[in-house]
């Protein structure tokens, strides 16, 4: 484990988590989920857990950011709050 | 009330990085966690089962009625979603899209119902359709194969590397759902129709429970493999690393279907007249 990548890894997590709370385009939130799925996989394959990154690869950054921008394509872009 | 929402988040996010410092060190050989069930898997999986991959062995052999019900809860979380989006009423308003395609004319129908979907002459389109979308198709036309070849790799190999039953049948719903984005929902149903994909993830959940069953019928414990050596012709420990290959198989019918079925219920909001 190289912790110069962890630590950037774990602040891009961090930086990724904010912007998801904070921003009001949910399309633009549900690709950041994506990226945030990604940002834990790399974690979990950094830490050997590599069956454990690999589902989060394909059901975190794959399939679940296709239905979170699905439904958001059927409801609302534009957050209330 | 922004402030208390705040100031709770704090507090309770100091305390849980406050109770992480309790936890044994990474990859400490000494925590609880590693002396006693670790140790067992490390030295018998493989005596036991005959798998090299000890996380494939623990998941789908030791601790198998766990993903058993995982398999289940996904498929519940299809049924949900079914039940609560399924929308079988049929507007009278209802209209489609046709474009003309020497021309680029596009006419809307009213009561189109039993207008035929593509004619030489007439194509019909998506709400959301936008010209010059040839790139976008062929490119994904070339690549959900391969997508395909590779999740079954990834169910089939799941003794040897990282993957198996749920990681193969996700990549194997979602090259699907490539092809349901590229091409459209009509498109991907005559492929691989609504009763298709739920029959396809119902027969998984029941390979799971049947694998089960059978070794029940056999004389021992519900999903204990070893004695399914009788119909495998082998002997108990490789009948566990077959038995575990058939699971696998399920797992990955079931979870394919139930993406499947979930995308087509979220993007066309249960009517299944046009997708994303």
């Known amino acids: ?81 | 009330m922004k402030i208390i929402g705040i100031i709770t988040i704090l507090l309770s996010g100091s305390i849980m990085i406050y109770s992480t410092l309790d936890f044994p060190e990474w990859g400490d050989p000494l925590s609880p966690a590693n002396t006693h069930l670790s140790v067992y898997y490390i030295e018998n999986s493989m005596p036991d089962t005959s798998v090299p991959n000890i996380v494939t062995a623990i998941l789908a052999d030791y601790r198998s009625y766990d993903t058993m019900f995982e398999t289940t809860v996904i498929f519940a979380a299809g049924l949900a979603c079914f039940l609560l989006l399924r929308n079988f009423r049929k507007k009278k308003k209802e209209y489609s899209l046709y474009r003309h395609i020497p021309t680029g004319v596009t006419l809307k129908i009213k009561n189109s119902a039993d207008l035929a979907d593509d004619t030489k002459l007439f194509q019909r389109i998506d709400s959301t359709w936008v010209p010059f979308d040839l790139v976008t198709r062929t490119a994904s036309g070339l690549i959900v194969p391969f997508i395909q070849i590779f999740a079954l790799y990834v169910i089939a190999h799941g003794h040897h590397s990282p993957g198996g039953g749920f990681q193969g049948g996700v990549i194997f719903g979602a090259a699907f759902i490539l092809f349901a984005i590229s091409y459209s929902l009509r498109e991907s149903l005559k492929i691989i129709s609504e009763k298709t994909a739920v029959i396809l993830s119902c027969v998984g959940v029941m390979i799971y429970a049947g694998t089960g069953l059978l070794c029940l019928l056999f004389g021992s414990n519900f999903l204990n493999y070893g004695s399914l050596a009788q119909i495998l012709f082998t002997d108990p420990v490789s009948a566990r690393s077959l038995a575990i290959l058939f699971v696998e198989i399920g797992v990955g019918l079931a979870v394919a279907g139930v993406m499947i079925w979930l995308y087509y219920n979220i993007s066309s909001s249960g009517k299944y007249n046009q997708g994303l």
């Open chain 1, 1 to 81: 484990m190289i912790w110069q990548i962890d630590v950037i890894i774990l602040v891009m997590v961090i930086i990724i988590a904010i912007g998801v709370i904070s921003i009001k385009n949910l399309l633009s939130v549900g690709i950041l989920f994506g990226a945030y799925s990604f940002m834990m996989c790399l974690l979990w394959a950094i830490m050997g857990a590599v069956d454990v990154a690999f589902t989060e690869a394909s059901v975190g950054a794959g399939v679940s950011t296709v239905f979170l921008i699905a439904a958001i394509f059927r409801t609302s872009r534009g957050s209330k709050d």
